[in-house]
C-alpha cells in the first residue's frame, strides 16, 4: 500500500498535477479529449470513484489517474454540467483544473484513453511509442471485455502488475477484435449541450468504465 504522504500527491485535486515524489512503481492512466472540460475530466473522476468504491482507500495501489485535452483549455474549470454529472455519480468533482496535452504526459503515462478515435489518433502522432498503451476508451473496453481475467496477474502481486499486463494483453487483442461500427469506439462532446445530454454521456463513460476497473482491480462494482 502506498505510503499516505506519497499518496495524497497521487490522488488529492490539483496536487496530483504538480506532485514529483510519486512512488517508482507506479502506474499512470491519461485520459484525452478535446478541451478537458468536459469528457475527460468526467471520465478522470469517475475512474477514482470507481477505484475507490472496488478498494475502500484511495490511496492503494500507485495509481495516478489524470487528464489532459488536445486543445485543452489550460487552468479552466471543468464545464457546470459535468460537475453536476459527476456529483449525481458520488464522485468528487473539486480542484480540477484543465491541462493542455503535452509531449510529458504521453511519456509519462502507461495507458491512455481517448475519447475519440481522432483523439487516440493525435496522441499517436506525437510519438514515444504510444500507440501500443493508447486506445479509446470504448476500444479499450471491448477488449478488456474479451480478456480472461483469470490469466492475470492477482492483486496480491500488485495493482501496478496487473494493470500492465491488462494492457498488453488489450494490445495483443487490437487487429483480431475490430469495432462494430466506426462510432462505436466514439464518446461524442457535449460541449455547449444541455444538461440531460450531459447525463447521458456520464453515463455512456461509466458504463464502459465499470469492466475496465473491475478488470484491473479484480472487484466488481458493489451492488
Known amino acids: 500500500m502506498t505510503a499516505p504522504d506519497a499518496g495524497r ?25 478535446t478541451g478537458n472540460v468536459c ?3 468526467i471520465t478522470e473522476r469517475l475512474t ?26 489550460e487552468g479552466a474549470p471543468m464545464e457546470a454540467n459535468a460537475e453536476t454529472v459527476l ?19 504521453v511519456i509519462m503515462a ?4 481517448t475519447a475519440t478515435r481522432d483523439h487516440r489518433q493525435q496522441v499517436i502522432s506525437m510519438g514515444h511509442s504510444a500507440g501500443l498503451r493508447t486506445f479509446t476508451l470504448k476500444e479499450f473496453t471491448r477488449l478488456v471485455k474479451a480478456i480472461d481475467t483469470a490469466t492475470l496477474p ?11 499486463a491488462l ?17 462505436a469506439d ?3 462532446d457535449p460541449y455547449g449541450a444541455p444538461l440531460p445530454f450531459f447525463r447521458s454521456i456520464g453515463d455512456e463513460i461509466n458504463e464502459a468504465l465499470d469492466p475496465v476497473v473491475t478488470a484491473l482491480t479484480g472487484v466488481p462494482a458493489r451492488a
Do not use: K, N, Q
Not at 492477482?154 to 500492465?164: C, F, K, Q, Y
Open 110 to 113: 502507461d495507458l491512455v484513453l
Open 186 to 188: 466514439e464518446v461524442f
Open 154 to 164: 492477482p492483486l496480491e502481486e500488485g495493482l501496478v502488475i496487473r494493470a500492465r
Open 39 to 41: 469528457r475527460s475530466p
Open 48 to 73: 477514482r470513484h470507481a477505484l475507490a468504491d472496488r478498494l475502500g482507500d484511495p490511496l492503494w495501489g500507485g495509481l495516478v489517474v489524470e487528464s489532459a485535452g488536445t486543445w485543452g483549455h
Open 9 to 33: 500527491g497521487i490522488w488529492d485535486g490539483e496536487e496530483t498535477r504538480t506532485f514529483t515524489g510519486l512512488p517508482h512503481d507506479s502506474f499512470r492512466i491519461l485520459h484525452v479529449s
Open 87 to 105: 456529483a449525481e455519480f458520488g464522485a468528487d468533482a473539486s480542484g480540477f483544473m484543465g491541462r493542455e496535452l503535452l509531449d510529458e504526459h
Open 167 to 183: 494492457v498488453r494483453a488489450a494490445a495483443a487483442l487490437r487487429g483480431w477484435l475490430l469495432a462494430p461500427t466506426a462510432e
